[in-house]
Nanobody, 125 residues
């Protein structure tokens, strides 16, 4: 059974940093591109960042480019999202997801096969 378990969410203030982790199990991790999405209250889920199977390619939403960094450790079956210079508009539930294709860093949620349960990030001004 495939499981993606996010951790590292919490409360922060504007300008703070947080690092999210997503631990995967039940799948051959290096065969999947990985992504992070988020959903704020009353809004649709949106793409944040994605990384290819080997980490050579990354893709970011314009709203987080230069502030967030996605990375992965295939030996640990874990993908990370380092979030710096947090803003109140970053408040959302953050989800990690495993793409259908190893080299996929797509922005569309339909390109992702497995999803975690999410972790809450709240940023105050």
């Amino acid at each position: 059974q495939v499981q993606l378990v996010e951790s590292g969410g919490g409360l922060g203030q504007a300008g703070d940093s947080l690092r999210l982790s997503c631990a995967a199990s039940g799948l051959l991790f290096r065969s999947f591109g990985m992504g992070w999405f988020r959903q704020a209250p009353g809004k649709e889920r949106e793409f944040v960042a994605a990384i290819s199977w080997g980490g050579s390619t990354a893709n970011y939403a314009d709203s987080v480019k230069g502030r967030f960094t996605i990375s992965r450790d295939n030996a640990k079956y874990t993908v990370y999202l380092q979030m710096n210079s947090l803003k109140p508009e970053d408040t959302a539930v953050y989800y990690c997801a495993a793409a259908y294709m190893a080299d996929d860093t797509a922005r569309s949620s339909s390109r992702y096969k497995y999803w975690g349960q999410g972790t809450q990030v709240t940023v105050s001004s």
